[in-house]
């Protein structure tokens, strides 16, 4: 895109219905003799994704404002009169705790009751998992969030729901991105709010919510044993704070100790780098407190509540964070175990989660005869197994490796409340057994396998970066290593093509399986290499599982050496580091 193109987009804006503060700040990117962040600004429109818009917030077109978050508004709004032609429009809308996160919703509702859509508006910032909730409660027939999840503090985002509570899904997705591209101009949105068609929730939702969550809890009589289990949580300035710790008293704890220079909602996140629970960093207020206090839990939600990460004890009387593997492995554990324990387990009952995320979990599903399916990465595909399933089998939970866990149908979406207040049970049942999270979880991996994973990111900056990655992408699928750290490659599965190629018998089958640029090698000794790049930047993950057997607690350091220096020696071989 030239500078012409640019200058022009600029000063379409300019003479748009935005106010004067905005239009002196184009005025100054215009006048500006360094003009890169007039091209950063307006080279091109904010791309719609499959899932709705997120980016750093600012004045312009490529940025999240209220007036980009108008226009995604308006081609969503059109969607949903073409879809849903003489009934009643529902759309439930939500926000966490990002800067300018309560303005944008306010827009949302002022354009959707301007075309005529009812609205249920949460009077305050509350969790994502929530907004899922609501909508199904409520019959709406769409949701939107305001949120960037676990982002920097300088993004904002606009997250769009359908009428089953999940994340829009095709056709849904790219009907909606050729409605919002069809809104060429700010003017062309209609913001004009009815104030009528505006209901607004809050603590009554609040209350059904956490009654649903409750119904989760296996384990009260260890609950009771243990109800002074010392728990320490954070929020990191988010919105689990309003909803997190009530939900840990509704489930019987009484010894919550709260975080509390992060327990205040602060888009300006000042107590992190990153509001995001996966990173050690962002976990530092909560871990000393926890060494504090001598705490048997540590958990800490991003700022959307989404998602959870935990810390416990280790073998050393260390806190050490686990992964989104080792949480996810425990909780289906815990699940299924408990199921069985109390004769509750459905006979049709089914567990979801991503082909990224550990094998382990497949293992610990055999072993309690339930099956256990594969999704593509991102909860609205393990909520589109769940539609798909629905009246003819029973949901019990799924997650995926970056810290997102589901528990029971009522929510489509990742959930860190009902997933923290699981957490804490398990904990619970542990401790009332003898144990430690920490010693319940090497309990685990003796008896089905000790799995280890491990994820390397690597980002390409710019338009040479994802040639890059694509070129990387390409290297491996058409040249893919026969063997990896000395081990056979022995089948490699190639999401894009469709296709499973056992590479020892030379022979390949058609995958039942949605389309997406995700390749996968298995080896002899039952390593799995994953690579995926991401779909919105110049980014390619790649994913590690190696797992060897686990006699007794007395090798598990030992055994743990063993696998990381696997993982390493992996990276090497496939030249990653």
Same mark, same amino acid.
């Given at each position: ?85 003489? %009934? ?178 602060? @888009? ?55 992964? @989104?593997? %080792? ?11 408990? =199921?069985?324990?109390?004769? /509750? ?45 629905? @009246? ?34 398990? /904990? ?23 799995? %280890? ?49 056992? =590479?020892?018998?030379? /022979? ?14 298995? /080896?002899?000794? @039952? ?51």
């Amino acid at each position: 895109m030239n500078n012409n193109h640019i200058i022009d987009k600029a000063n379409q804006w300019l003479s748009s219905n935005i106010t004067k503060t905005e239009q002196e700040e184009i005025k100054s990117l215009l006048n500006s003799d360094d003009k890169t962040q007039l091209e950063d600004a307006f080279y091109k429109n904010l791309e719609f994704g499959t899932g709705g818009l997120r980016g750093i917030m600012g004045i312009g077109s490529n940025r999240i404002n209220k007036y980009t978050i108008g226009m995604a508004t308006q081609g969503l709004a059109n969607y949903l009169k073409k879809s849903f032609v003489n %009934q009643t429009i529902k759309v439930a809308i939500a926000h966490d705790s990002r800067n300018n996160s309560s303005e944008f919703a306010n827009y949302c509702a002022s354009v959707f009751t301007a075309n005529g859509i009812e609205v249920y508006f949460f009077e305050s910032l509350r969790p994502t998992p929530e907004l899922s909730f609501t909508i199904r409660h409520f019959g709406c027939q769409s949701g939107v969030v305001i949120t960037a999840s676990h982002n920097p503090r300088e993004y904002n985002g606009y997250k769009v729901y359908w009428d089953d509570g999940a994340q829009i899904t095709p056709p849904h997705d790219t009907n909606i991105i050729n409605e919002v591209s069809n809104i060429n101009s700010i003017d062309s949105v209609n913001s004009d709010k009815d104030e009528s068609k505006i209901e607004f929730i809050g603590k009554e939702v609040d209350e059904i919510y956490l009654n649903e969550v409750k119904k989760l809890s296996l384990s009260p009589n260890a609950i009771n044993n243990q109800k002074d289990l010392k728990i320490v949580y954070s929020s990191i300035h988010g919105s689990g704070i309003t909803l997190v710790p009530q939900c840990l008293e509704n489930f019987g704890f009484r010894n919550i100790n709260i975080v509390e220079e992060q327990q205040e909602p602060n @888009g300006d996140f000042p107590t992190v780098i990153y509001p995001n629970p996966e990173e050690e960093e962002a976990m530092t207020l909560a871990l000393k407190k926890a060494q504090e206090i001598d705490a048997d839990l540590v958990m800490a939600t991003d700022p959307d509540a989404d998602r959870v990460g935990i810390a416990v004890k280790n073998l050393n009387d260390e806190f050490e964070l686990l992964n @989104g593997n %080792q949480t996810g492995a425990l909780i289906i554990y815990y699940l299924l175990r408990k =199921l069985t324990e109390n004769a /509750t387990l459905p006979k049709d009952g089914y567990i979801v989660k991503t082909i990224v995320t550990t094998e382990l979990i497949d293992e610990i599903c055999n072993h309690f005869s339930v099956d256990c399916f594969d999704s593509l990465t991102g909860f609205k595909h393990i909520a589109t197994i769940i539609r798909g399933l629905e @009246g003819k089998q029973t949901y019990i939970g799924g997650g995926e490796e970056s810290y997102g866990y589901m528990l029971g149908d009522f929510v489509r979406d990742k959930d860190a409340v009902s997933a923290c207040a699981i957490i804490a049970e398990m /904990t619970a049942f542990a401790k009332d057994e003898g144990k430690s999270l920490y010693e319940f979880m090497i309990d685990m991996y003796k008896q089905f396998g000790f799995y %280890q994973e491990n994820l390397i990111s690597i980002t390409k900056k710019g338009k040479s970066g994802s040639e890059e990655i694509a070129k990387m992408m390409s290297q491996f699928r058409n040249n893919p290593p026969l063997e990896i750290n000395g081990s056979k490659v022995v089948k490699l599965y190639d999401y894009q093509s469709g296709l499973m190629t056992d =590479l020892l018998k030379d /022979t390949s089958e058609k995958l039942d399986f949605p389309t997406s640029n995700v390749l996968q090698f298995l /080896t002899e000794d @039952g390593s799995k290499i994953s690579a995926r790049p991401s779909g919105t930047e110049p980014k390619i993950k790649f994913y590690f599982s190696v797992k060897e057997n686990l006699n007794n607690v007395s090798e598990y350091d030992e055994t743990k050496k063993l696998l990381l220096n696997k993982i390493q020696k992996i990276k090497t071989d496939l030249k990653l580091v």
